[in-house]
C-alpha cells in the first residue's frame, strides 16, 4: 500500500494545491480518503469488541449474563469486523490494482515468503 500512496504524491510533485475537480488525481484523493474513513472504522469495530470482552466478563463474573449470550454478541460483532475488514482490503487492492496500472506495471508486487509457514 505504501507503493500506492507513494506513487500518488509522485503523480502530484509539481503541481501546488489541490488535485483539479474531476482529474484522475481527485477521485484517487478521494479514495484515499474513503480508504482511511474505512481503516477507522475497522478501528473502531475492534475496539468495541475489546471493550465488548471486557464487559461480557464481568458480566458473567456477576451472574448478569451467561457466557453462551456473550459470545453471541461477540460472534455477530466479530463478523462485523471481518465484513468491514474485507471491504477494506478489497479497496486496497483496488487502488493499488490502478496505482500499477498508471505506473505501466500490471504485475502486483511479490509479497516476501513468510518464514513462519515453511
Known amino acids: 500500500m ?3 500512496l507513494i506513487l500518488l504524491l509522485a503523480c502530484e510533485v509539481g503541481t501546488a ?5 474531476g482529474s484522475p488525481a481527485a477521485a484517487e484523493t478521494a479514495a484515499v480518503e474513503a480508504i482511511a474513513s ?3 472504522a475497522v478501528r473502531e469495530t475492534a475496539h468495541a469488541l475489546t ?3 471486557d464487559e461480557s466478563r464481568r458480566q458473567v463474573a456477576d ?3 451467561t457466557p453462551e449470550a456473550e459470545i453471541v454478541k461477540m ?4 463478523a462485523q469486523l471481518e465484513e468491514q475488514n474485507n471491504r477494506l482490503q ?3 487492492d483496488a487502488l493499488e ?3 500499477r496500472s498508471a505506473a505501466g506495471d500490471p504485475a502486483p508486487p511479490v509479497e516476501p515468503e513468510d518464514p513462519r509457514r515453511r
Open 75 to 78: 460472534r455477530a460483532l466479530m
Open 2 to 4: 505504501h507503493a500506492a
Open 17 to 21: 494545491g489541490p488535485a483539479t475537480p
Open 38 to 40: 474505512q481503516a477507522a
Open 63 to 65: 451472574g448478569r449474563s
Open 97 to 99: 490494482g490502478r496505482a
Open 90 to 92: 478489497a479497496d486496497i
Open 51 to 53: 471493550s465488548l470482552v
